[in-house]
């Protein structure tokens, strides 16, 4: 692994879906005003610890993008490369999607409601074909193939579609000395972590990723973390002070 190489790991601002606590998903929900805060805190964050991406990695949602652009921008990076990708996009919550969690809690229960929000490998009930014509008649899904378009996951098929892009795209960026910064949402860095840490889907199920909160992992060159399992988050409203990150931090 070149010197200086890190994955630099971001979970977008709040999105307006999420300030109304609704399922979100694929569903493209711009950030809210905090949201749009937070990750300026999240860019000042980086820029005062000294630590600057070579190239950024999106999904193709627009709370994700816009949470990326903020973060070049305050960091004077809007040069640097970018890719987008569906691999990268929130779990789909299939039926779930746009509904209020307290209704669909109350509604299911709360065993039923905690395995399709937290499990590893319970998918929700899929979205109806209709909707999901309606969904994918968008422009950015055009051209992927059928398998890419999901109408419900798990986090287990989230993992299956991230992985590719860690051992294609970042993994060889990461090799070559580069310092990729990732700007998902919070299934799919979940799925990057499990994979970067060896957590178990038990581990997994406890594991939270704080909004806007910068993660950095350095890796050695068979992509394991060093000098130790695991990485740090780089605290935006804190002195800057590097935090252990662990399975064990809470649960959403």
Known sequence: MGEGGALLLLRHGQSVSNAADVFTGWDDAPLSDLGVAQAHGAAAALLRLGVRPTGVHTSLLRRSITTAEIVTSVLGREWIPVRRSWRLNERHYGALTGRDKRAVAAEAGDARFRAWRRSFAVAPPAMDED?????????????????ALPRTESLAGVWRRTLPYWTDVLFPQLRSGGTPLVVGHGNSLRAFVMHLEGMSPADVERLDIPTAVPMRYRLDRHGAPVPEPGGRYLDPVGAGDPVRIGPARGSR
Do not use: I, K, S
């Open 131 to 147: 909707a999901a014509a309606v969904m994918y008649a968008d422009a950015r899904y055009a051209g992927l193939p059928p398998e």
